[in-house]
Every structure is written in C-alpha cells, then in structure tokens.
C-alpha cells in the first residue's frame, strides 16, 4: 500500500488532539473575552512552553493554556484590544518533517483555528506583528512564561524575558504591565468544566492513597510505596503524577519536600506521603501520615491528634468572606497551643532567635518557637498548577465561591530544629527546657492535607481519604481480616 502524504496525514489528526481535553472551546473563548474586558486598550503577549528538553515530555505553562487551551510546544499568544474590539491570534511552530517521526505530526493550522477560535500564523510573523503594535503606542500586557509560579521571581531567562528585553531595546517609552494578576483572578474562580476535571484527579488520588496506605508493610522501601500510588495513578487513567511523589518514613518524615524516597521502612516508623495525581491538566494534592506497621504509638498519636485538630480548626471558619488571615490564625493557635502542653515550646506566645534571615518585624510569627515545627504555609490553591490560585499563604485577601484550596497543617519534630538554632541566651533556656521532650518525640514528622472548594454554604471536603486515628489504623484490620479470610479459602479443601 503507498505511504500517505505527510498533508494526508495532518488532514487526518483528529481534532480534538488541538485543545486540552475536558474544557469545551466556547470556555477558552469566553475566559479571553474576560481578559480583554479588563483591559482599557492595548495588547497581551504570551509563551507557551518550549520543547522539552528532558525525558518527561511535553507539559504547556498554565497562563497559555488557560487562555488558549494549545498543548503543542514553541507556540505563542497576542490578544489585541482596540476601540473596545479584542482579536487574538496564536502563533504556532513548524516541526521538522524528520522531527515528527520522533514527535508526531502537529495538527496543521486548519484545524487549530476551527478548535480555538483563534486566527492562526507562523511564529516567525509574531516579532513584526508586535512591533506594528507597539508602534501605534500601545501599551503591552506581558504574560511571562515561567514554569512555576513558585519560581518567577527568579526567572529571567526565558524565551519570553528574552523577547521582551529585544522589544525594548528597540520601542523606547515602551509601556509594558503585568497581564498576571488579571489571569490570576480569572483563574482563582474555577468553573464546572474544571472542578469536574479536579474532582476525577482528586478520586483517583484518594483511591490509589488509600489502596498503598492499606498495603504498606515494615521493610518495604519508601520507593515501593511511590510506584504503587503512581501505578494506581495510570491505571485510573490519570496523566501521572502532578508533582514528584514524597514518600518519607522516620527522619525522612520530618523534611518538608523529601523526595529521594530510598529508605527502607522500618516497624515504629511514620510515613508521609504528600502526592496528587494529574487529570486533564488540573492537579489533585493529598497528604496522609500513618503508621508503617498499622498502629500509632503514643507518641505518633499525640502529634497526630494535634495536626488533625489544627486542620479540622482552620476547615470549620472557611467560608465565602473570610479572611485568609483568620483561617492561617485559627490553625497557628491550635498548633501553639497542642505544642505547649506537649512541652515542645516553653509557651504559646514563646518567641525564639531564629536562624532565617527574614526578620521579626516582617514576620513576626517567623520568631514564634510554636513556627519552629511549621515553618511552611497552611494551604495553597489547587487547580493547573499543584500550587494555583488563589495563594492563601501570601499576603491579604479572602476566600470566594468556586475556590479550590488546600490545608496542610504539620508537625515535624527532629532535633536539628534545636542544633540549627543560633547560640544565644533566648535560645539556650528554651533549649533546657524543651530538649529532652524533643528527644522522646523525635523523628515524628505528620502532614494532613486535604482538597477544598469554597461552596456559597462554606467549603466541601473533596479528598474524602481516610484521616481520623481510628479509621487510619482500620486500614490494616481490613487488610489482615481479608488476607486471612483469603488464606482460609485456600488451605480449604474443594467439594
């Protein structure tokens, strides 16, 4: 049989390879409509993600495919908003014919323009487009093309920082704005569309989570653990995992964002296992903290108890209108307090000298003894981004309908925390009274997190795994009752 033309073969590509699955096209129509509605006059440009340069494939920047919905690589995005008209254009990449042997063949711009709405051009067209714009005058909304948000301070080097300093270089009095904070408060709000595509990623995380935490046994490696909750992933028909697994056992449970995940397991161990499965783009984000040989110690279970009064504290005060301020206060207090009565810090309100450069005055709850075993935030959006909007853990602001958020409270107890400290007399007393506590609650560390959506009623509890101590330890009852109950049906002779 004669070979297609690589034309027939593009003419072939179905078209719903063009969009991200699961969010119909009229929605990305409609969130650039939102945009340009919050723009006077002017023009957007955006990156997407380049090719990638490692073994993990292909993942597009969440801002472009918000707005555009484009999973292939070396595309770019100009919405143009002019005499309270908005046009918008994508601009795509041409792929070695050689190259898509490798790849695949990319849909050809047909197609892309009848599933985005979006006239379609070649990306060597975009530099002179937006350098007739900028002629005219008019201001441009730079939306930047950093991988993580979590990491754009420190971006600088990417195609679109690169592109943007040629821009200037060449239009003096240029007058260029931030397009983020209005994609962010266009994504903070989820629609159905996406809290659909959320809850299957949070299903799929919570069932595969509970079928691992059942299964673990003392002398398996931390590595085990991970394949089964990621196995558990793809075989529900999750993308993968959204972020590198944490499995961490013993002292490992006490590092925030562990992820050798090589040790082996001991009996007596804690493991917390921080991990989300990927849907469709949208991101789940669960964390459960059991004990490896099926039954909490005192010890586990009083720090146990502790996160998991911090957390159904901080659940109960979220609903529409509330500051994010209150919901971190609630947990803090919570934490301070258990933590006090257990003798791990000298008071409530203790403060201590703290070894992080930030100062008291910026952060005064920083210097609190009781941030010693939580130095991170209490939760964080989830959405296209394992960290999305809204950012709960920074600044001001409240909580709307249609938010989806974490709350991640934790303890983590080691005695580095004390032999990190710098030496001074503030720190000394407190280390004499709280040392020989630590010791005997050392390498405890325990994360609870849970999913969220913000309801016109309150919140709802999305990542419905086991958490109570009971139910925790249940788990492996379950399991042994029904190996034994399998062990039985065997030994038994057959009629």
Same mark, same amino acid.
Not at 81 to 105: E, H, I, N, Q, V
């Given at each position: 049989?004669?070979?297609?033309?690589?034309?027939?073969?593009?003419?072939?590509?179905?078209?719903?390879?063009?969009?991200?699955?699961?969010?119909?096209?009229?929605?990305?129509?409609?969130?650039?409509?939102?945009?340009?509605?919050?723009?006077?006059?002017?023009?957007?440009?955006?990156?997407?993600?380049?090719?990638?340069?490692?073994?993990?494939?292909?993942?597009?920047?969440?801002?472009?495919?918000?707005?555009?919905?484009?999973?292939?690589?070396?595309?770019?995005?100009?919405?143009?908003?002019?005499?309270?008209?908005?046009?918008?254009?994508?601009? *795509?990449?041409?792929?070695? /014919?050689?190259?898509?042997?490798?790849?695949?063949?990319? /849909?050809?711009?047909?197609?892309?323009?009848?599933?985005?709405?979006?006239?379609?051009?070649?990306?060597?067209?975009?530099?002179?487009?937006?350098?007739?714009?900028?002629?005219?005058?008019?201001?441009?909304? +730079?939306?930047?093309?950093?991988?993580?948000?979590?990491?754009?301070?420190?971006?600088?080097?990417?195609?679109?920082?690169?592109?943007?300093?040629?821009?200037?270089?060449? +239009?003096?009095?240029?007058?260029?704005?931030?397009?983020?904070?209005? &994609?962010?408060?266009?994504?903070?709000?989820?629609? /159905?569309?996406?809290?659909?595509?959320?809850? #299957?990623?949070?299903?799929?995380?919570?069932?595969?989570?509970?079928?691992?935490?059942?299964?673990?046994?003392?002398?398996?490696?931390?590595?085990?653990?991970?394949?089964?909750?990621?196995?558990?992933?793809?075989?529900?028909?999750?993308?993968?995992?959204?972020?590198?697994?944490?499995?961490?056992?013993?002292?490992?449970?006490? %590092?925030?964002?562990?992820?050798?995940?090589?040790?082996?397991?001991?009996?007596?161990?804690? &493991?917390? @296992?921080?991990?989300?499965?990927?849907?469709?783009?949208?991101?789940?984000?669960?964390?459960?903290?059991?004990?490896?040989?099926?039954?909490? *110690?005192?010890? %586990?279970?009083?720090?146990?108890?502790?996160?998991?009064?911090?957390?159904?504290?901080?659940?109960?005060?979220?609903?529409?209108?509330?500051?994010?301020?209150?919901?971190?206060?609630?947990?803090?207090?919570?934490?301070? +307090?258990?933590?006090? #009565?257990?003798?791990?810090?000298?008071?409530?309100?203790?403060?201590?000298? /703290?070894?992080?450069?930030?100062?008291?005055?910026?952060?005064?709850?920083?210097?609190?003894?009781?941030?010693?075993?939580?130095? +991170?935030?209490?939760?964080?959006?989830?959405?296209?981004?394992?960290?999305?909007?809204?950012?709960?853990?920074?600044?001001?602001?409240?909580?709307? &309908?249609?938010?989806?958020?974490?709350?991640?409270?934790?303890?983590?107890?080691? *005695?580095?925390?004390?032999? @990190?400290?710098?030496? *001074?007399?503030?720190?000394?007393?407190?280390?004499?009274?709280?040392?020989?506590?630590?010791?005997?609650?050392?390498?405890?560390?325990?994360?609870?997190?849970?999913?969220?959506?913000?309801?016109?009623?309150?919140?709802?509890?999305?990542?419905?795994?086991?958490?109570?101590?009971?139910?925790?330890?249940?788990?492996?009852?379950?399991?042994?009752?029904?190996?034994?109950?399998?062990?039985?049906?065997?030994?038994?002779? %057959?009629?």
């Amino acid at each position: 049989m004669r070979l297609l033309t690589m034309s027939c073969l593009l003419f072939l590509l179905p078209e719903a390879a063009v969009l991200a699955q699961g969010i119909p096209p009229a929605e990305y129509a409609a969130r650039r409509d939102s945009l340009a509605a919050r723009i006077d006059s002017g023009f957007v440009v955006g990156f997407g993600a380049p090719d990638p340069t490692g073994s993990h494939g292909f993942s597009q920047l969440p801002g472009f495919r918000y707005l555009t919905g484009f999973l292939e690589p070396n595309a770019a995005f100009v919405l143009v908003k002019r005499a309270g008209k908005a046009t918008g254009t994508l601009y *795509t990449s041409a792929r070695d /014919p050689r190259r898509a042997l490798y790849d695949g063949f990319p /849909p050809d711009s047909a197609a892309v323009s009848r599933q985005t709405g979006l006239a379609v051009r070649s990306l060597p067209a975009l530099r002179p487009a937006v350098d007739s714009l900028a002629r005219l005058g008019l201001p441009v909304y +730079h939306l930047r093309d950093f991988a993580s948000a979590d990491a754009a301070e420190q971006d600088s080097l990417t195609r679109g920082a690169r592109f943007f300093a040629g821009l200037l270089g060449h +239009h003096n009095g240029l007058e260029v704005r931030d397009a983020h904070p209005i &994609v962010d408060s266009l994504r903070a709000t989820k629609s /159905p569309a996406e809290l659909a595509a959320l809850r #299957k990623a949070i299903d799929i995380t919570v069932t595969s989570l509970t079928n691992t935490m059942r299964s673990a046994r003392p002398g398996m490696y931390e590595y085990e653990l991970e394949a089964m909750v990621e196995g558990g992933f793809r075989r529900a028909g999750a993308d993968g995992p959204a972020f590198g697994s944490i499995v961490g056992s013993g002292p490992n449970s006490t %590092q925030y964002h562990y992820v050798q995940n090589d040790r082996r397991t001991a009996a007596g161990d804690v &493991v917390v @296992m921080d991990v989300g499965a990927s849907y469709r783009g949208y991101a789940a984000d669960v964390t459960r903290t059991f004990p490896v040989n099926g039954k909490f *110690t005192p010890e %586990q279970r009083a720090i146990y108890q502790l996160v998991r009064d911090a957390q159904a504290a901080s659940e109960r005060v979220v609903r529409p209108g509330v500051s994010f301020e209150t919901w971190r206060d609630t947990a803090r207090a919570v934490l301070a +307090h258990g933590l006090a #009565k257990l003798g791990l810090i000298e008071s409530p309100d203790a403060t201590f000298d /703290p070894p992080w450069a930030v100062g008291c005055g910026a952060n005064p709850v920083s210097c609190t003894q009781a941030f010693l075993y939580m130095a +991170h935030g209490l939760g964080h959006g989830i959405g296209l981004e394992v960290h999305d909007l809204p950012r709960p853990y920074r600044g001001s602001g409240s909580f709307q &309908v249609g938010h989806t958020f974490t709350i991640e409270p934790g303890v983590y107890i080691s *005695t580095r925390l004390l032999d @990190m400290l710098p030496d *001074t007399p503030k720190n000394r007393k407190m280390i004499a009274k709280v040392r020989k506590t630590v010791e005997r609650y050392r390498n405890i560390g325990v994360r609870i997190e849970d999913d969220y959506v913000v309801t016109k009623d309150g919140v709802e509890w999305l990542s419905r795994a086991p958490r109570e101590v009971a139910e925790i330890e249940a788990l492996r009852l379950v399991s042994s009752r029904t190996r034994l109950t399998q062990q039985i049906r065997k030994s038994s002779p %057959q009629r």
